[in-house]
């Protein structure tokens, strides 16, 4: 129980003092964010954050002693790499494609090979990816991507407290409370970006700890969907509309739906608050949904779809009502 608390305290306390360094030495110049014409902020903003974010949660980790995937670790040290060097002078799309499928393969390979097989490793590698990718993608308005990590690896903790697996769970808490430190300083008006440096090891984790978990039976596969689909919807639909329009799905714009209730009038604090509350209900949901039997799962699986479907007709009504 005493390492319990220390694990996640941890985290949350090393990161609070890094990103506030951060903020206030010299290296808030380092990597700033720009504003350009698809930018939602007006002045430029450093994107170091997620520094701050990753070394409180290798510090918990230290402290609490995980016995994970030398894959997981590699894939991590790659994609941090990879991501700060993006921040600092820009990585072509297809460099950085490119590493991400590497490590997800290489981790894919050592989750599922030996008991799905091939295609069990290209479902799992595409997912690892396509997280990383998105989490990026939806980093784009203040206390957003910190928020989904704090709810969502929180929601994977107690699933995973419930379920017996403890340590699972404080590595869980240790990155919910790194992410809570974060918001301290980006939350609106955002002080600090988490960058790429941040935001795509954050994506990898959501999808490599959601496949753990199912593996060692904590929850269901439809769990981690559920609790991160806030994210995972905007993101997908909003690809997949892009696609549909020819459009170039790779470069940065402003199309996502948060990106479009910021601009409908809603702001950054407000759109902020709004995702906080479907964030809570979607994990809710998820948690709840674990204890009914699977007929149920799957009612609650289509409520879940069909207010999403309710909620992109809405604002795409809005949206065109403002055009």
Request: aromatic letters at 12%; hydrophobic letters at 60%; a positive charge.
């Amino acid at each position: 129980m005493q390492q319990a608390a220390w694990v996640p305290l941890t985290a949350f306390a090393a990161t609070l003092v890094t990103v506030w360094w951060l903020v206030r030495s010299r290296l808030s110049t380092l990597a700033l964010d720009r504003p350009n014409q698809r930018s939602l902020h007006q002045t430029p903003v450093p994107r170091t954050g997620g520094i701050g974010i990753h070394t409180g949660i290798l510090l918990a980790w230290a402290v609490a002693g995980p016995n994970l995937l030398l894959s997981l670790w590699l894939a991590l040290a790659v994609l941090l790499a990879v991501s700060f060097l993006d921040d600092l002078r820009g990585v072509p799309a297809i460099g950085r494609l490119t590493a991400h499928l590497l490590v997800a393969g290489a981790l894919a390979a050592s989750l599922v090979l030996e008991d799905y097989g091939v295609i069990g490793v290209i479902i799992a590698a595409f997912t690892l990816a396509w997280m990383a990718n998105l989490y990026n993608f939806m980093d784009g308005s203040d206390g957003l991507a910190g928020g989904m990590a704090a709810f969502g690896f929180t929601f994977f903790g107690i699933a995973a407290w419930l379920a017996g697996s403890a340590a699972f769970a404080l590595l869980n808490f240790s990155v919910a409370a790194a992410a809570a430190a974060f918001l301290v300083f980006n939350f609106h008006p955002a002080r600090i970006f988490m960058g790429d440096v941040g935001s795509v090891p954050l994506g990898f984790l959501a999808a490599a700890f959601g496949i753990i978990g199912w593996l060692q039976r904590d929850w269901a596969w439809w769990f981690p969907l559920l609790v991160f689909s806030p994210f995972i919807v905007d993101a997908s639909v909003t690809l997949a509309r892009r696609f549909l329009r020819r459009e170039r799905v790779w470069e940065a714009h402003r199309d996502h739906y948060y990106q479009r209730l910021v601009r409908l009038g809603w702001g950054h604090r407000r759109t902020a608050l709004a995702e906080y509350g479907l964030m809570l209900a979607c994990g809710a949901l998820a948690l709840f949904s674990l204890s009914l039997p699977p007929l149920l799962q799957a009612v609650m699986l289509l409520l879940a779809a069909g207010a999403y479907l309710i909620l992109i007709a809405a604002i795409g009504r809005a949206w065109r009502s403002r055009s």
